[in-house]
């Protein structure tokens, strides 16, 4: 099945500051990798997707980066703001007994600092 | 905007007792997704419906957990008997069509096992 790894598992940047999380799978029939922000006792929220028809996808501040050939993804965040701070997944979907599934990264704690 | 609702947002059981978790998909979705979320570590899928019907039970541990659908809308996760790895969020998520689209989470259901 398919196999997520995300690094860093913590990260730390100033306020304004530009901050980067990395993924790599490893089904190479994987075509849908969203990302998702988890608050503190919330449910992940959905910020951000992209398809592997596309390299990159960008929203205001966010952005996310496919490379189909290395098998890695990533998410970039400028201009970094206190509400940033959360915990964000990276997720991939892979055809799992004939129906999608999304397998999630483990996670990286995100910390701004004012 | 719609919302997943889940209950109860918090369960406290001692092992050995039966606890059940309820969810309330987005109006339409016709895909449901129950996941367990170990602290630390991103959801994990332990069972997909679409509409009433299970397409993917694969990671469900079958001896203590059930989940039913009954009427291909809100749906019930059972564990019994409770065991102290059990300890963790259950998650629910619904989609429209379960290809590829996004996966709206509701806010989690916090179950402690003592």
């Known amino acids: 099945g398919e196999n997520v790894e995300q690094h860093p598992s913590t990260l730390s940047v100033q306020e304004g500051d530009s901050a980067v999380i990395k993924c790599t799978y490893s089904?190479?029939?994987?075509?849908?990798f969203p990302w998702y922000k988890q608050e503190l006792g919330k449910g992940p929220q959905l910020i951000i997707d992209?398809?592997?028809?596309?390299g990159e996808k960008k929203d205001q501040r966010i952005a996310v980066t496919l490379n189909k050939t290395a098998k890695h993804f990533s998410l970039h965040i400028t201009e970094t703001q206190p509400e940033d701070s959360a915990v964000y997944f990276c997720?991939?979907?892979?055809?799992?007994?004939?129906?999608?599934?999304?397998?999630f990264g483990t996670g990286t704690r995100l910390t701004i600092i004012p | 905007e719609a919302e997943v609702a889940q209950s109860p947002r918090y369960k406290i059981t001692e092992k050995s007792q039966a606890v059940a978790f309820w969810c309330d998909p987005i109006?339409?979705?016709?895909?449901l997704y129950w996941y367990r979320q170990i602290l630390g570590q991103g959801p994990e899928l332990l069972v997909q419906?679409?509409?009433?019907?299970?397409?993917?039970d694969s990671q469900l541990p079958k001896d203590r957990f059930s989940a039913e659908r009954l009427k291909g809308v809100d749906s019930t996760l059972k564990i019994q008997p409770a065991e102290l790895g059990d300890s963790a969020m259950y998650l629910c998520a619904s989609s429209l069509t379960g290809n590829t689209d996004t996966q709206y989470f509701g806010p989690g259901t916090r179950l402690t096992v003592l």
């Open positions: 419906f679409q509409d009433e019907s299970v397409v993917d």
């Open positions: 089904d190479s029939a994987s075509n849908y």
């Open positions: 109006s339409g979705h016709a895909t």
């Open positions: 997720a991939a979907s892979s055809i799992n007994f004939g129906n999608e599934k999304l397998t």
């Open positions: 992209i398809r592997s028809n596309v």
